[in-house]
């Protein structure tokens, strides 16, 4: 009798919590945002990113858009985004993200995009020219840029940030201890300067922070004081996710107590807004903090 090779089972991972259950998209709003994405070209970081939240965000009639392509330069361990040298550069964009967003009627709109480090500018020209025509079409919209490390250009920065979006964000992502991990390409206090130069600037600034990475309460606490200090107002915290197999596994599933309590912490510290729960991301309900 032929004896089949024992083969041990690794360990199971880890349930996900009750508390980071999403439902299904569905509706006719939804339909309508995924009709015009598609008739129009666009990239979305709820699709590219794997957002949990697309569901809700679409069914509402909202998206948050992705310019400059659907490739990214760097290859950060927690996100979805594929890598690699971008073939495109697409100076049509910005009108085609402006007439969408016209079509949907968005009272605030959320333009993000990948890192284009090959390119001089860092992709800043159109940048500029699809805030302006999204102010050109919708003057009543409001606009908030999730814009990517710049890697100190700063000339580059003032122009992706000069054409009259309200919020300009750029997120953190992890805490200190963690970035050559989670963001190998990026540096801690460049983001920092980032910032910074930002709110000099005079806009209104936010960035964004995963939890359940392995960091600490006290990291959590310095990052803070951190983006106090280089003049963030507003700081989204969310649940990390392991959007596939290929990238960093998830080390805790944060409680929602928990989050409440680095919301209380946040206010304390002088951010004028917290959003803080497991499945918050950068641009959920963006739009409340204006």
Not at 240 to 263: C, G, N, R, S, W
Request: with cysteine.
């Amino acid at each position: 009798m032929l004896e089949l090779p024992i083969v041990e089972r690794k360990t199971p991972r880890a349930r996900k919590p009750e508390w980071l259950r999403v439902k299904l998209p569905i509706g006719q709003e939804y339909k309508k945002v995924r009709t015009l994405v598609d008739e129009y070209n666009l990239h979305t970081i709820c699709q590219s990113g794997n957002c949990p939240n697309m569901g809700e965000c679409w069914g509402a009639g909202t998206a948050t858009f992705m310019i400059l392509g659907n490739t990214c330069t760097r290859s950060c361990s927690f996100c979805a985004v594929k890598t690699g040298r971008p073939p495109e550069y697409d100076e049509d964009e910005p009108r085609r993200v402006a007439e969408a967003i016209k079509l949907m009627e968005v009272k605030h709109a959320v333009i993000t995009s990948v890192n284009r480090d090959e390119r001089k500018d860092r992709g800043a020209e159109i940048w500029h020219q699809t805030v302006k025509l999204v102010k050109e079409y919708s003057p009543e919209t409001t606009i908030e840029t999730l814009i990517p490390d710049v890697r100190a250009t700063w000339d580059a920065l003032e122009r992706m940030i000069s054409a009259g979006q309200e919020v300009v964000s750029h997120n953190m992502e992890t805490v200190e201890r963690l970035y050559r991990k989670v963001r190998p390409q990026a540096k801690y206090h460049r983001s920092l300067e980032q910032i910074q130069r930002t709110k000099d600037f005079g806009k209104r600034t936010k960035s964004g922070i995963m939890v359940g990475l392995g960091e600490t309460d006290e990291e959590v606490f310095q990052i803070m004081d951190d983006l106090v200090a280089h003049g963030c107002d507003v700081l989204t915290i969310g649940q990390y996710l392991q959007p596939t197999k290929m990238h960093l596994e998830v080390a805790d599933y944060i409680h929602p107590d928990k989050f409440a309590e680095y919301k209380a912490v946040g206010l304390e510290k002088g951010f004028d807004f917290v959003e803080s729960g497991p499945l918050v991301r950068s641009s959920y309900h963006a739009e409340r903090h204006l």
